[in-house]
């Protein structure tokens, strides 16, 4: 069991508020997207729920207990902060024993393998790694600490796209394997569509969305053909956005999906697709 | 808890530098005792030597001032409570402070078979420098609850700057210039009684009233050192990641 409850939680910075009374409570063993815009209070969220900050209000609790100072909640938790918190001169080989020190199902058999796949050279020190290879340092520092709930800040910061794709299926693999809680907070929505089961969106620290992924996929669709048949089409309907390329138009409803039975549909030739989770989420935090 | 591992952390993150540390001194007290007997010197001729323990009060304030953002930060990384690694760093500063004491003590008597050393300590407290078992342990006690007290101090600096923001660093950084001025000058105008008052309290707080008394000294530095852990954890408790 490794349920977070998050009760009524405000976090002010001075006179700025950061975090606006939000209360959800996350599941355990799938994977939550933590989306939203610059400064929307994503980093903050994960940084209280990991007690690096404190709350001005409310209450943040583990399989019912508050987490503050609470050595024991807090050790099921690995956060990937996108901080560098490592001793810069030492070695990441180092700083991996380390960690095994602190979590004693830290698999360093599975760390090595890691650092061989995505070639971070164990030798180098922390300081020389590029922002790229220290993203992917932390993330083999996160999937190794065998920790239940896994906590990504912006987890491909700098990374490339065969990085990328790579952390992906790692990460799949390992969740196949190894069922476990985990938040990804990114801004390539689009990369992590295929992967997060449950969305959470954050605007102005507010909790804005919470949902599954299927429910918001499924909560509306996307219209595609001639220009002049896609307005036609949309006329009567909550249109959320639109592209244009050259005379064809792509136009993402909100609704229930259309029967390809449809007669206009069928006439003008239009195509229905899934909703963009992308698009969805611009037209949410777009103010 | 995971007390040993924070406790191992901190002491690995002090020992190259407490080697190296202690290299040097090590190769000091050769040079000292080479060029005293190359220069034919011996204690009976009143030749002193002196005070190598004072590096290790200088060492030991630099290892405070320099042993919290870093050490902070990772054990942070690892999800370990301020609670926990304040009370590793407690540890580790009993361990490394019992350490250092011990090894000056042994430096004191190795020096002392080839000419007269004076600890810090024994220039205090001691009429003559005859080191017996009871002195060197009273020199151990004073010697450990000075040096986690430096110790403390310089934890304690490192945390108030980083809690601090710009405006309130420049304030703590020339705060001590100012209140050194203030009490200059009310000294002047008090007739010194404010000069008198502090050398009071020094004579008082070093054990030094009515003779010597370096276990007296030794609770009055260990009650300075509760005030300052006590203010470290105060300020360590609720801090954030900058």
């Known amino acids: 069991m490794s349920k977070i409850k998050i009760k009524n939680l405000t976090k002010y910075y001075g006179k700025n508020l950061a975090i606006d009374d939000i209360s959800l409570e996350i599941t355990e063993n799938k994977i939550y997207g933590l989306l939203g815009r610059n400064g929307a209070g994503k980093t903050t969220l994960l940084n209280l729920i990991t007690n690096k900050l404190f709350p001005t209000n409310g209450e943040i609790l583990i399989d019912s207990e508050n987490i503050f100072e609470n050595e024991r909640v807090l050790s099921q938790i690995y956060y990937m902060s996108e901080k560098n918190l490592y001793p810069e001169t030492m070695k990441v080989k180092e700083i991996i024993k380390w960690t095994k020190d602190f979590y004693p199902n830290f698999d360093l058999d599975y760390a090595y393998k890691l650092s061989d796949k995505f070639n971070l050279n ?13 993203s992917i340092f932390k993330i083999i520092l996160t999937l190794s600490s065998r920790a239940p709930i896994l906590l990504f800040d912006e987890p491909i910061l700098g990374l490339d796209a065969n990085h990328r794709d ?81 005379k064809f138009k792509s136009a993402y409803i909100l609704g229930p999906i259309p029967s390809k039975e449809d007669p206009y549909l069928n006439a003008s030739n239009l195509e229905i697709s899934k909703l963009d989770l992308q698009k969805m989420f611009i037209q949410l935090t777009n103010s | 808890m995971k007390t040993i591992q ?45 005070g190598l323990d004072f590096a290790s009060m200088i060492f030991i304030l630099v290892l405070g001032l320099t042993s919290f953002k870093e050490s902070y930060y990772f054990m942070q990384a690892n999800n370990i409570t301020r609670k926990g690694f304040y009370k590793g760093h407690l540890l580790s500063i009993f361990s490394i402070a019992a350490f250092m004491s011990f090894l000056d003590i042994i430096i004191n008597l190795i020096l002392n078979t080839f000419s007269e050393y004076n600890t810090v300590f024994s220039q205090i407290y001691l009429r003559n420098n005859s080191m017996t078992v009871s002195t060197a342990f009273m020199n151990f006690i004073w010697s450990f609850s000075l040096l986690t007290l430096i110790a403390m101090i310089g934890y304690f600096i490192a945390i108030v700057y980083y809690r601090s923001n710009t405006v309130m660093k420049i304030v703590v950084s020339v705060a001590p210039f100012v209140l050194i001025n203030v009490l200059g000058y009310l000294n002047s105008i008090t007739d010194g009684a404010i000069g008198n008052a502090v050398n009071y309290f020094n004579t008082w707080m070093w054990g030094l009233q009515n003779g010597y008394h370096p276990y007296f000294a030794s609770i009055n530095i260990f009650a300075a050192f509760i005030i300052f852990g006590v203010f470290s954890y105060l300020l360590i408790r609720k801090a954030p990641i900058k």
């Open chain 2, 6 to 50: 924070i406790v191992k952390y901190q002491i690995q993150q002090a020992k190259i530098a407490l080697m190296i540390y202690y290299a040097i001194i090590f190769v000091i007290a050769i040079m000292l005792v080479s060029t005293m007997s190359r220069a034919g010197l011996k204690a009976s001729e009143n030749v002193y030597l002196g």
């Open chain 1, 122 to 134: 164990l030798k180098s020190k922390f300081k020389a790694l590029s922002t790229g290879y220290a």
């Open chain 1, 166 to 246: 790579m952390f992906y299926k790692e990460l799949i693999n390992y969740y196949s394997v190894t069922p476990t809680t985990v938040i990804i907070s990114t801004h390539l929505i689009e990369e992590v569509s295929d992967i997060i089961e449950e969305v959470l969106i954050i605007k102005d620290g507010k909790l804005i969305l919470s949902d599954t992924t299927e429910n918001i996929l499924f909560s509306g669709y996307t219209v595609s053909g001639k220009a002049e048949d896609v307005d036609a089409f949309n006329k009567d309907k909550k249109v959320i956005g639109e592209d244009n390329i050259g």
